[in-house]
């Protein structure tokens, strides 16, 4: 069975995450092609956190809350 296309052309991903380099230094984040979400890895004073996003609307959310509260909210 052949793999569904792609929600996101490499062009469009490069432009959210060249966006997300601007707005967040030092953040690093990626369209995961096979997971079909988009990650960042967000370093902290206290660590460093992994946030995962279905949008990136929700990525930006998702890096701006990293340290505050567990992201997103509701059961795993």
Not at 13 to 19: D, N
Not at 36 to 56: C, F, I, N, Q
Not at 60 to 66: D, G, M, T, V
Request: charged share 20%.
């Amino acid at each position: 069975m052949p793999c569904p296309r792609p929600p996101f052309s490499n062009d469009a991903v490069w432009l959210v995450v060249a966006q997300v380099r601007r707005e967040f230094p030092g953040v690093v984040a990626w369209y995961g092609w096979a997971t079909r979400s988009w990650w960042a890895y967000v370093p902290l004073r206290d660590g460093a956190r992994l946030v995962e996003a279905p949008t990136p609307r929700v990525l930006r959310e998702a890096i701006e809350n990293a340290a505050h509260r567990p992201f997103p909210k509701g059961p795993l």
